[in-house]
């Protein structure tokens, strides 16, 4: 089975040659993603992947013009209605298509969408809860740019290559003040009696958008603060969320184990607002 993928408007089958050497994204990481799951043929969050997408186009210094919304949703259309994909993973980057070395010449935006057929078109909560581990060998930066869905991606994969080496499902990722920031590839929460926390984002985590989602499902009732290592085995229940998992639960973190009871309640509720 053939699989397309979007190349700067233009389709092209899996494992054509895209790139020349001089590749910004290649060589210097200049470059962003969004990774967006499509469901019964609508790409789910839309709005706020975009928001996300043109806040970090702008703060990096990329010239959108000509490329807004529509054009964006158009392009991803192309990607999940060519290869039948009515429920997806999409991966859209974004990277600057100039010649320079760290100082680029032009501020063009090309780009390539990816994209994987799923199998479920509602959120799915894990039945195993996650075992996990913390991370502190390489601490998240708290400042703006930490907000920022980039593909400069070391931290995460040193934090993947530690869980993955302690037997852990996913690690915590920690700040430079020694709090709580998020996880290998999601935001973190906490259920500590009748409150759900998750780490502020002057703590150096990712903007995500399904941690916006839930913010905004349940005004006033999740809280953004700081969230030390000793919340973390006081909890109740631990959860991470990401764009296309929604909610996974955890099970166990430093020899406690958790329940899954509101992290359950929780996915439904995201899941009847699909």
């Given at each position: 089975?053939?699989?397309?993928?979007n190349?700067?408007?233009?389709?092209?089958?899996d494992g054509?040659?895209?790139?020349?050497?001089?590749n910004?994204?290649f060589?210097?990481?200049?470059?962003?993603?969004?990774s967006l799951?499509?469901?019964?043929s609508?790409?789910?969050?839309?709005?706020k992947?975009?928001?996300?997408?043109q806040?970090?186009?702008?703060?990096l210094?990329?010239?959108?013009?000509?490329?807004?919304?529509a054009?964006?949703?158009?392009?991803l259309?192309?990607v999940?209605?060519?290869?039948n994909f009515p429920?997806a993973?999409l991966?859209?980057?974004?990277?600057?298509?100039s010649?320079g070395?760290?100082v680029p010449?032009?501020?063009k935006c090309a780009?390539?969408i990816?994209?994987?057929?799923l199998d479920?078109?509602?959120y799915?909560?894990?039945?195993k809860?996650?075992?996990?581990?913390?991370?502190?060998?390489?601490?998240?930066?708290?400042?703006?740019?930490s907000?920022l869905k980039?593909?400069?991606?070391?931290?995460?994969?040193?934090?993947?290559?530690f869980?993955?080496?302690h037997?852990?499902?996913d690690v915590v990722?920690?700040n430079?003040?020694?709090r709580?920031?998020?996880?290998?590839s999601?935001?973190v929460?906490v259920?500590?009696?009748d409150?759900?926390?998750?780490?502020?984002l002057?703590?150096?985590?990712?903007?995500?958008?399904?941690?916006?989602?839930l913010?905004?499902?349940?005004?006033?009732?999740?809280?953004?603060a700081?969230?030390?290592?000793?919340?973390?085995?006081?909890?109740?229940?631990?959860?991470?969320t990401?764009?296309?998992?929604?909610?996974?639960?955890?099970?166990?973190?430093?020899?406690k184990?958790?329940?899954?009871?509101?992290?359950?309640?929780?996915?439904?509720?995201l899941?009847m607002?699909l």
């Amino acid at each position: 089975m053939h699989v397309y993928s979007n190349y700067n408007g233009f389709l092209v089958e899996d494992g054509e040659k895209l790139f020349s050497s001089n590749n910004r994204a290649f060589k210097f990481g200049d470059a962003l993603f969004e990774s967006l799951k499509v469901s019964n043929s609508k790409v789910l969050h839309w709005d706020k992947h975009y928001q996300r997408l043109q806040y970090t186009l702008d703060f990096l210094g990329f010239d959108s013009t000509g490329v807004d919304q529509a054009f964006w949703e158009n392009q991803l259309q192309k990607v999940f209605v060519r290869n039948n994909f009515p429920d997806a993973r999409l991966r859209l980057t974004i990277y600057r298509d100039s010649p320079g070395l760290y100082v680029p010449q032009r501020h063009k935006c090309a780009f390539l969408i990816e994209g994987a057929q799923l199998d479920k078109s509602n959120y799915e909560l894990n039945v195993k809860g996650l075992n996990i581990g913390l991370y502190s060998d390489v601490l998240r930066s708290r400042q703006k740019f930490s907000n920022l869905k980039t593909t400069n991606s070391l931290p995460y994969i040193l934090a993947g290559l530690f869980a993955e080496k302690h037997s852990f499902d996913d690690v915590v990722i920690l700040n430079d003040a020694g709090r709580v920031s998020e996880a290998v590839s999601s935001n973190v929460f906490v259920i500590l009696g009748d409150q759900i926390i998750t780490p502020s984002l002057d703590e150096g985590c990712i903007d995500g958008v399904m941690r916006k989602v839930l913010l905004e499902m349940h005004p006033g009732k999740i809280k953004e603060a700081l969230v030390d290592v000793d919340m973390l085995k006081k909890a109740d229940e631990i959860f991470f969320t990401n764009a296309i998992r929604g909610i996974q639960w955890v099970a166990s973190f430093d020899g406690k184990n958790y329940a899954c009871n509101r992290s359950s309640q929780l996915m439904n509720v995201l899941n009847m607002s699909l």
